[in-house]
C-alpha cells in the first residue's frame, strides 16, 4: 500500500512477518529461564529439607544407642537377681502366708539383690571396695557409664579400667546444680535448664560429636551409695490410692528413674529421655507351691521404656 505524504511524496509501508521470531523466541527463553529457575529453587529447599530430615533422625537415632545398649545390658544383672528373689521366695513360701506376702518379699528382695549387683559389679572401682565410701554421684556415674558399655575395655582410653562406653566425663547428674525443683523431675526441663548455665553442654564448635548421658533426678546430699541408689532406682509395687496395698500384678515394677541421653552434632541437637522399667513376670503365689510359665518368659519383654520423651 502506497500513501502520500505530507510533504507530497510517496511512501512504503510493507506489512510482514520478519522480527517476529526472534521476539518469540525471547519470550519462551524467558518463560523456561523462570521456570526452570522455580525448579531448581523448590529442588534446593527440598534439598535442604530432606538434609535437614536426615540429620535430624542421625541425631536422634545416635541418641537412642546409648539407652538400647543399657536396656540389653541391663538383661544379666535383671535376670541374676530375679532368680535369687524367685529362690529366696520359694526357700520361705511356708512362712510367707498369704500370696500377697509372698509377692512383696518377692518384690523387694529384688529389688535388695538388683541393687546389690549394680553397686557391686557396675559401680566402678572408683567408688571403694563396696562403694560404701560414696559421697558423691560417682557411683551412679559409674553405673550409666557399664551399663553403656561396648566391649572389653581399652587401656589405651580408659586407663581405669572401666569398659568402653560413654566418658564418665561426659555422664551429666543434677548434683545440686539445679537446685530449683520447679522443673518437677522433667528430664527434659532439666536438660534445657541445665543447658542454659555458661560452661555446660558445650557445642560441637571443633566439628565433632558431642553426647552426653544424662540421670536428672536431684542426686545430692546423700552419704552412702544406698541412699543414691534409693533415689536412682526406685521400687514401684504400692497402690497410691490405698497405703500398704500391692498394685495388679502386671503393673508392679522397678524404675531406674529419669536418664537420657543429649546428642549435638552437625549444628543439631537431640534429646532423648526416659525410665526404664523392669516389669515383674507373672507368677502364681495362691497355690501350695509357686507357678508360672517364668522360664519361658522372654526376659526382654520385662524391660521397656516408660515415660519417653524427645526434644
Known sequence: MRMKSLFGKKNSIVRDNKGSAMIVCIIVLLFVSILATVILYMSGINYRMKKTDLNTRISFY???????????????????????????????YANLLTADARRRYFYTE????????????????????????????????NILHNLTYTGTPTPSLNPTGLADGIPVSDIVCNDGVIT??????????????????????????????????????QLYGYSTAQDYL?????LDVEDTAHPGVL????????????????????????????????????????????????????????????NWQKS
Open 62 to 92: 545416635t541418641s537412642e544407642i546409648p539407652l538400647e545398649r543399657m536396656q540389653s545390658n541391663l538383661i544379666v544383672p535383671v535376670s541374676e537377681a530375679m532368680n535369687i528373689a524367685y529362690m529366696r521366695t520359694n526357700s520361705r
Open 110 to 141: 529384688f529389688e535388695k539383690e538388683f541393687k546389690k549387683i549394680l553397686l557391686e559389679q557396675y559401680g566402678g572401682a572408683s567408688v571403694g571396695t563396696d562403694g560404701s565410701t560414696v559421697i558423691s554421684s560417682t557411683l551412679i556415674k
Open 180 to 217: 530449683d525443683a520447679g522443673y518437677a523431675n522433667n528430664p527434659i526441663g532439666f536438660i534445657n535448664t541445665y543447658s542454659s548455665i555458661p560452661g555446660n553442654f558445650p557445642g560441637n564448635s571443633d566439628g565433632s560429636a558431642k553426647m552426653y548421658m544424662v540421670c536428672t533426678d
Open 230 to 234: 534409693d533415689a536412682f532406682v526406685v
Open 247 to 306: 498394685k495388679n500384678e502386671k503393673e508392679c515394677r522397678v524404675l531406674i528413674k529419669n536418664v537420657g541421653v543429649v546428642t549435638i552434632q552437625n549444628g543439631y541437637r537431640s534429646i532423648v529421655t526416659t525410665d526404664i522399667a523392669i516389669q515383674f513376670p507373672p507368677l502364681d503365689w495362691s497355690s501350695g507351691f509357686s507357678t508360672s510359665d517364668y522360664h519361658n518368659w522372654n526376659m526382654y519383654q520385662l524391660i521397656y521404656y516408660v
